[in-house]
């Protein structure tokens, strides 16, 4: 069985709004140190080992819908676990 | 001409859809249900706004998995007249049937109200009925209207004149160019995020969105006429 972690951003230049306004409210606190902030998404998959290539399903679910490649970039990590 | 209106779980605005097209326009409409397999006998198809699948993941990128897309894309490859509004948009986007994205609106806010826009191509299926620059009057309400392509893409959809409608005067959203919606290289499919539906009857505070639909038939009559 595999854990899957899945990190979703928007590109880079493609405005974030949502980070903006975050970034302008961490100054308000008094964090002027904050330069940029990115919001994205973070997904878990517990997926069962079968004999197709983990790798290149993970990679086809990302394109096809976890990520709409357009906007957003996409990176993963896979975990190889022990099923309980 | 028999149009199909696509409902999805969490469309909204099938029934001004549905409306618009047997009350105003009179023509006939059936409601396609997204777990249905064919489309059939219809000569036109809308995907109506809202928010199918609770907006989840990102908007329409469920929708477009649902039973009932791989007929809409055979019809789309067909030459079926497609129109997509404001969540119809964002699955034909997700679709891959119209090119870019949409990113959440520039301020964040959801935006309801009446926008100006100006018609930039009048030579597509869906704009004859209106003359080229014209000004016209529809409502948006939306919270990620904020259309977004590449240069490469942008460059194709000028050179190809598919941008149709843009923002006039005031940008509401932040979309790139002010693009309010635009169709595919072929021509028959539409995407736009402000609402022809809701803006056909002076009760409604405007009639505008009415010539759209004028525009397929009387071009839909013309092709099917020539073709007959």
């Known amino acids: 069985m595999y854990k899957v972690k899945v990190f979703i951003t928007l590109r880079e230049n493609v405005l974030d709004p949502q980070g903006t306004a975050v970034e302008s409210a961490l100054h308000s606190m008094a964090f002027e140190s904050v330069r940029d902030v990115r919001i994205g998404k973070y997904m878990e998959l517990t997926i069962d080992k079968t004999n197709q290539n983990i790798d290149d399903a993970i990679k086809e679910m990302c394109e096809r819908l976890l990520a709409n490649t357009v906007i957003e970039d996409y990176r993963y990590e896979i975990e190889e676990v022990v099923a309980l | ?228």
């Open chain 2, 1 to 228: 001409m028999k149009f199909a209106v696509i409902v999805f779980p969490g469309s909204n605005c099938d029934i001004d859809m549905f409306h618009a097209i047997q009350d105003e326009l009179g023509e006939e409409v059936e409601y396609v249900p997204h777990t249905a397999d064919s489309l059939k006998g219809f000569d036109g198809i809308l995907l109506p706004g809202g928010f199918s699948f609770g907006d989840y993941l990102r908007t329409g990128a469920i929708a477009r998995f649902s039973k009932i897309m791989p007929e809409v894309v055979k019809a789309s490859a067909a030459g079926v007249p497609i129109l997509g509004v404001c969540n119809g948009f964002q699955i034909l986007l997700e679709a891959g049937l119209l090119p870019g994205a949409m990113r959440k609106n520039r301020d964040l806010a959801f935006i309801c109200k009446q926008t100006q826009l100006k018609v930039e191509n009048n030579t597509t299926m869906f704009t004859t009925s209106y003359k080229k620059g014209e000004t016209i009057t529809l409502p948006i309400a939306h919270g990620e209207g904020n259309y977004y392509c590449d240069e490469e893409t942008l460059s194709h959809l000028k050179e190809n004149n598919q941008i149709t409608f843009t923002y006039h005067m005031d940008n509401p959203n932040g979309s790139l160019e002010n693009i309010a919606g635009i169709v595919n290289e072929n021509g028959n499919v539409l995407g736009m995020m402000p609402h022809p539906e809701r803006a056909v009857d002076c009760l409604l505070g405007s009639e505008d969105g009415l010539k759209l639909f004028q525009s397929i038939v009387r071009n839909w009559r013309e092709s099917y006429v020539v073709n007959a």
